[in-house]
């Protein structure tokens, strides 16, 4: 029979990971998850997906919309024959809005009377379209003439009409030409990609997912403290320093959970705005959206989402290290918001930074996202390490 | 064996504890001393919590500081003020804590079922700490550390808010855990210590002033405690003249319990037999420094050396 003093506890069997897990499952607190959700709600953050993706009727992107119905019908590569059935497939829709043209008085008082003409008067500094161009807007014909619009682009994006290489480097300049080389064209728009890129949605994404994750962890080592667990837990196997490795690894599992639960919300709001099918298709394409490497959109977000994962660690490290030398809350809240502001607004350091982080193209070399990335995981390191001594030093050895 | 060898802990110059060596084998070990006299400091130093300015702490002849995570792994702590997550269940915070001594999920879930029975608080393992009293909270942290069974149990005042029968179910558990373990409990409550320590340490000014059994630290003040009736108009200057341990108003009077040397008795004086608490009061009376021993013992006491204790 076990007895207090006849125990059985001879063997030590639970996993540095378990204890991990552990301290992870502490960061999730209901309060802290409804904290965190009610400042997402009040930021408004979690519209950003919705924003810039295929919205609906309302706000239709009409970019990507035609870019989903070229994808069903010839895939995700365009040949010059598919391409030119699309631009014949737009004659009944010019003949429509070339009726519109003539049936409407504005358009013969301005002396048009053809949809060609119209273009080619609004492309001129003083064509006086714009009166024309809200006539449309009122009325039943502006999702035909968007449309259009929309349809010209792709075609223009297609013969190449847009990009230049201006200012491109040799290695930059040869990788354009591969591009421009193949036999065929991506029906990725290069709005949506633009849309996912840079300052758009990953920026948004990964100022939600720092948030996120430094709001949850903030409580790390001061909720400890605080509790007064402190003296406990240094004395029990894991230690000071034990523990202090393992909150690290429960930050880092905590920012890396975040990341993920936004990649899936991202994931799905692709899914259910209609656009999936563009998932595979390549995101270089004559005409602009030039990347380094071949692959497929799904893919550019996965490799472009690691960066998101790694802010969010950089995020969870600062706070852990904001949360062990903080003697309050009020001196954590202001260390986190600012070092958070800094990442997020302004033009100093953090901010351009995370800006160049986000922005993956051409116009950086393949490695300098990585090398950031790692500069700034290397601060938050080393700002972890004083914060250990300091630690290992306020209780222990 | 755990073994303190000339241990001095200072903050800035001042020195906290100053040349302390104790041994401790498997028992009880009370460790009495006023509040502020270096109690928590040299429990704090025996649950590797901090350094020893000078000296070393070895358990089983290897240093604790070397034996890190090993010696850990041994020891249950209870410290002074113990924390919790209020709205933690003593279920859940007991999980959590035997996780962290490295317990294995089934036998942390069978020790702490066990232990929170043992505390008398398995009816309310499920509710919250955050409803509960003083006395409760302190169980629970009686109960966790003894979570992995230590070899080595340090409790720094555990009897604080528990009520008389809980106090006395401690003494027994005490007795119970003293057989196979080391266990060391600051207290300045005298009854805490008396009946179940096998020894007890006392400390003033940052040394060891004794170390012995409850017996022999009484027997520091064998036939020196008198008690006596003293009258209103006399008990300003009786108080003057002797250490007074006790004293009681009546109807006619004061009556005193005091310590005297033998040869000033007077004869309507009664003799006691010394208690714990009447040496506690004594070594610890107001004003009092190193000249309580070199006034009253001016031998050498059994087993009690100036410089701290080899017994």
């Known amino acids: 029979m076990k007895t207090i003093a006849h125990g059985s506890v001879n063997s030590y069997g639970r996993s540095k990971l378990s204890l991990v897990w552990l301290e992870f499952k502490k960061l999730f607190m209901p309060k802290r998850i409804g904290f965190a959700a009610l400042v997402l709600l009040l930021g408004g953050l979690w519209l950003y997906p919705f924003h810039v993706l295929y919205p609906g009727s309302e706000f239709k992107n009409w970019n990507t919309a035609i870019a989903v119905d070229m994808e069903a019908k010839y895939g995700d590569q365009i040949s010059a024959a598919e391409a030119e059935q699309f631009k014949q497939s737009l004659a009944p829709k010019i003949a429509e809005a070339d009726a519109y043209i003539r049936s409407t008085p504005a358009f013969a008082k301005a002396n048009l009377d053809s949809y060609e003409r119209y273009i080619k008067r609004s492309g001129m500094a003083d064509g006086g379209t714009m009166p024309l161009w809200r006539i449309i807007q009122a009325g039943p014909a502006r999702d035909l003439f968007a449309e259009l619009q929309a349809s010209f682009e792709w075609i223009d994006y297609y013969e190449d009409n847009y990009s230049n290489t201006v200012g491109m480097n040799e290695k930059e300049k040869e990788r354009v030409a591969e591009i421009r080389s193949r036999e065929w064209v991506s029906v990725l728009p290069t709005d949506f990609l633009n849309n996912y890129n840079s300052v758009n949605l990953l920026n948004r994404l990964a100022i939600a997912a720092m948030l996120i994750t430094s709001l949850l962890v903030m409580h790390i080592h001061i909720g400890d403290r605080r509790s007064g667990l402190g003296e406990i837990q240094a004395a029990s196997k894991s230690g000071v320093k034990g523990l202090f490795r393992i909150k690290i690894g429960a930050a880092l599992l905590a920012g890396t959970f975040v990341a993920a639960v936004l990649f899936v919300v991202l994931l799905l709001a692709y899914r259910f705005s209609g656009t999936w099918s563009l998932m595979g298709a390549d995101i270089s394409r004559k005409g602009g959206g030039f990347f380094w490497y071949d692959m497929s959109f799904l893919q550019y977000m996965c490799v472009t989402y690691a960066a998101v994962v790694a802010l969010c660690w950089i995020a969870a490290l600062l706070t852990v290290f904001f949360s062990s030398v903080a003697p309050n809350y009020i001196v954590l809240a202001g260390a986190v918001a600012l070092t958070l502001i800094l990442f997020f607004e302004g033009d100093y350091f953090l901010n351009p930074m995370l800006n160049n982080i986000l922005s993956v193209g051409l116009g950086r070399g393949p490695f300098q996202t990585f090398i950031e990335l790692a500069v700034l995981l290397a601060i938050s390191s080393g700002l972890l390490y004083v914060a250990w001594k300091r630690e290992s030093r306020r209780i222990g050895w | ?311």
């Open chain 2, 1 to 311: 064996m755990l073994t303190v060898h000339a241990v001095t802990r200072r903050y800035g110059n001042d020195p906290a504890l100053e040349g302390i060596d104790l041994a401790f084998e498997n028992g009880v070990y009370g460790l009495l001393a006023p509040n502020g006299a270096g109690k928590t400091t040299l429990l704090k130093m025996l649950a590797g919590l901090l350094p020893p300015s000078e000296g070393e702490i070895l358990y089983e002849g290897e240093s604790i500081a070397a034996l890190d995570e090993k010696y850990r792994m041994r020891l249950g702590y209870l410290p002074q003020r113990f924390g919790y997550y209020p709205n933690d269940t003593p279920r859940k915070y007991m999980q959590y804590l035997a996780a962290i001594k490295g317990m294995g999920r089934k036998e942390a879930l069978e020790r702490s079922e066990l232990l929170l029975e043992a505390v008398a608080l398995g009816e309310v393992k499920r509710k919250k700490m955050k409803t509960f009293s003083g006395g409760m909270i302190q169980r629970v942290g009686i109960a966790q550390a003894l979570l992995n069974d230590p070899r080595v149990l340090i409790l720094d005042e555990p009897t604080g808010g528990l009520d008389p029968k809980e106090r006395a179910r401690f003494r027994s558990l005490l007795t119970k855990l003293g057989r196979e373990r080391i266990v060391i409990l600051s207290t300045h409550v005298v009854s805490d210590v008396e009946s179940a320590a096998n020894e007890i340490v006392l400390l003033k000014n940052g040394r060891v002033f004794a170390k012995d059994k409850p017996e022999a630290i009484c027997a520091m003040l064998a036939g020196k405690v008198y008690e006596t009736r003293v009258s209103d108009h006399e008990v300003d200057t009786f108080r003057q003249n002797y250490p007074i341990l006790a004293e009681r108003g009546e109807a006619e009077g004061w009556h005193m319990r005091f310590v005297a040397e033998a040869e000033s008795a007077m004869p309507h004086w009664e003799l006691m037999k010394p208690g714990l608490e009447d040496v506690f009061l004594y070594v610890y009376r107001d004003g009092e420094r190193q000249t309580a021993k070199q006034r009253l013992f001016p031998g050498e006491l059994a087993g009690v050396r100036e410089e701290g204790v080899q017994i």
